[in-house]
């Protein structure tokens, strides 16, 4: 079932019928029919020499017997396994611009000792002063291989002061590798994009629910349309094409944003519905085209998300507070301690086709515990599956269904858009046998978060913070997965109890701490998370690089478990709050360092706060007209008062919630 479709899928068509064709996924993206403007770089096929690239020293040269296309291209050859170089141009971008970048590249002999997945590419990303914001770290190309050409999508996070692109081997990688023909381009916006946020699940309904459907519009003035209006003709035709409604909708071409309400026909059988929406523009051209399928149900599924993305769990409201497990950690000991230690919800990497899943799927409903099922990789080119690997998932689905303890199939972790195809077949294999229950993708590639919202119920990212400057791409990421969801997902976010030194020899240990893992729950839940899934239980037993027994320590891990249950518990505590989500808006300043948002509860107002900086911050805001503040400091929370402003100040990585009271 297809609902609506993001501009940046469009390319997938082609790439989807050449995927399940091969049984295998691709590494080399089909070029994107997207509209895009100008190439932002200088010198892109290096005609010019080194001009407008880093380049220092004797690293890398242009030669002119190699070339893509034109006369010249870049070639590097390196030897030494322990050197590690990128070659950099600036390029000129806006925060909040989605940008599609590409190269093409040839190799020769292009390896890493001891993973195959390393090789040659291209890159973006930003960074705010000095801190590094993230990027887009596209497919690497190995071995020996002619032109091939690589992309990839990148969105400037809203705080960075400079963007790059570069071009690199991956580090302790060797071999000669030619680049040309490098390009840059913000990705256009569509004229009109439109879709259904209410039904938002599945187009689901129950069978007398007259709540209004909805329908949004983002809207981009062509620069060749006549002034006037857009016309919407919205039909709705039950499953024999019968006309069952009609509605015709004006909005003007300057509004950038337009919600259309349809109050629906009374008494809808049970029965599956289209509804069909035809854009005209001004000039009288059609410019969009979407069909929404609805099915009308006796009632809605045991879990499900509702319209403000919550889920929906045996007919109330539910926030997953949950962990991820690994191997030696699902065992009924384990499960005991995690939900004694406030946590109510466990996604098992063993689970899957683990050894005695329904044992442990009994001892988590035992332990009160709702378990999020790994279908992650059940594709075909993931460990050793070929094509039988949907059948092993339906087995798996059909086997799980009606346990109690299933809360969610977990249908993607941090695959990217060559995925997609497969992404689809298992979205609609889930949807045929387990109607009851919803599927949920974690990306940690926020380009592809789009294309994930279009085959997944929730939708998730993890940003993993801790190690880095600071700890603002916890808000980052959540606000880019908001986006993204557009109001018709569950938003799970994936914050990190895992220390960075367990994956990175390099790295000095840093496991998170009370504060950092309190900060990082108080800015999911700020910029919009209606759950939490940590990353991760198990590697919480290691202090270091290698994941192995020589690093095992569970003095280590017993004194992490008492903070991050402490954690738990305080987040458990504001839960109803969030749950109500009786939300009360706040006026935040500009590119505001601190995070907040605000929350009625009964007599009380709760001001969420969250200070990603590792230094005192403050932030200024207008005091919410009816409410007065008892408690001028409330617990690391100081505040000061003046002419109905509030400034309130939070410590290094401070935050929590700040109480005020009715006048």
């Avoid at 950690?329 to 996604?347: K, P």
């Avoid at 109803?576 to 007599?603: M, R």
């Amino acid at each position: 079932m297809k609902k609506f479709l993001f501009h940046s899928q469009k390319y997938f068509y082609l790439a989807a019928s050449l995927l399940l064709a091969s049984g295998l996924p691709s590494y080399a993206q089909d070029a994107p029919q997207l509209r895009l403007g100008p190439n932002l770089l200088n010198n892109a096929g290096f005609e010019n020499g080194t001009a407008s690239w880093g380049i220092a020293g004797n690293a890398a040269k242009i030669i002119s017997d190699n070339a893509h296309s034109g006369s010249h291209s870049f070639y590097y050859n390196n030897t030494n396994a322990s050197q590690y170089k990128m070659f950099r141009q600036k390029v000129n971008t806006k925060p909040g611009q989605h940008l599609y970048f590409s190269a093409w590249i040839k190799g020769e002999n292009v390896l890493h000792p001891t993973n195959k997945a390393e090789g040659a590419s291209l890159f973006m990303e930003s960074s705010a002063n000095s801190t590094h914001l993230g990027g887009s770290y596209p497919k690497r190309l190995t071995g020996t291989f002619d032109w091939t050409q690589v992309t990839g999508e990148y969105t400037v996070p809203s705080d960075a002061t400079t963007t790059t692109v570069g071009l690199y081997l991956r580090k302790g990688v060797t071999g000669s590798v030619w680049f040309d023909d490098v390009e840059v381009h913000i990705i256009l916006p569509d004229a009109v994009s439109a879709w259904l946020q209410y039904p938002n699940y599945r187009g689901m309904l129950a069978h007398g629910d007259m709540t209004p459907w909805v329908c949004q519009l983002r809207i981009h003035k062509q620069d060749d349309w006549k002034p006037g209006s857009l016309k919407i003709a919205t039909t709705l035709v039950d499953n024999h094409g019968k006309v069952l409604l009609e509605k015709s909708t004006e909005v003007s071409v300057m509004d950038e944003k337009a919600r259309i309400t349809i109050q629906p026909p009374p008494n809808l059988p049970v029965g599956k519905y289209t509804l069909k929406q035809v854009i005209t523009n001004p000039n009288g051209k059609k410019e969009l085209q979407n069909d929404y399928s609805l099915h009308v149900i006796e009632k809605m599924p045991t879990v499900y998300v509702d319209s403000q993305g919550f889920t929906i769990l045996d007919g109330k409201r539910f926030f997953p507070m949950g962990v991820y497990l690994g191997a030696g950690t699902n065992g009924e000991e384990h499960l005991q301690r995690i939900s004694s230690g406030g946590f109510n919800t466990v996604l098992s990497y063993s689970y899957g086709t683990g050894k005695d899943a329904e044992t442990f799927m009994e001892n988590a409903h035992k332990h009160g515990l709702k378990v999020v099922y790994s279908l992650k990789d059940m594709y075909p080119g993931k460990h050793g599956y070929k094509e039988n690997a949907f059948d092993v998932a339906a087995k798996y689905i059909t086997l799980m269904r009606n346990n109690p303890a299933l809360l969610a199939w977990y249908t993607n972790d941090e695959l990217d858009s060559h995925w997609m195809p497969y992404l689809q077949k298992t979205y609609d294999l889930v949807q045929d046998l387990d109607p009851n229950h919803p599927t949920y993708q974690v990306q940690n590639k926020t380009e592809e978060l789009e294309n994930n919202a279009t085959v997944t119920d929730i939708l998730g990212a993890d940003p993993y913070p801790v190690g880095s400057a600071n700890l603002s791409n916890s808000s980052r990421q959540t606000h880019s997965v908001q986006d993204a969801a557009r109001g018709t997902k569950g938003i799970w976010i994936v914050p990190q109890l895992m220390d960075w030194a367990v994956y990175r020899k390099d790295n000095k240990p840093h496991p998170p701490s009370l504060d950092e893992m309190r900060n990082q729950a108080y800015q999911a839940i700020i910029n919009g998370a209606t759950g939490l899934i940590w990353y991760s239980y198990y590697d919480m037993q290691y202090e270091k690089y290698p994941r192995d027994k020589s690093t095992l320590n569970m003095d280590l891990f017993h004194r992490r478990w008492t903070e991050a249950s402490s954690m738990a518990q305080e987040i458990n505590g504001i839960v109803p709050v969030i749950l109500k989500n009786d939300k009360v808006p706040l006026v935040l300043p500009t590119n505001a360092e601190v995070q907040a948002a605000a929350w009625q509860n009964g007599n009380e107002l709760l001001i969420m706060l969250a200070n990603p900086y590792y230094e005192q911050k403050s932030i200024t805001l207008e005091l919410p007209k009816g409410w007065t503040i008892k408690d001028v400091d409330q617990r690391e929370i100081k505040s000061t008062s003046a002419i109905g402003k509030v400034t309130f100040t939070l410590p290094s990585v401070g935050s929590g919630v700040f109480r005020l009271i009715k006048n």
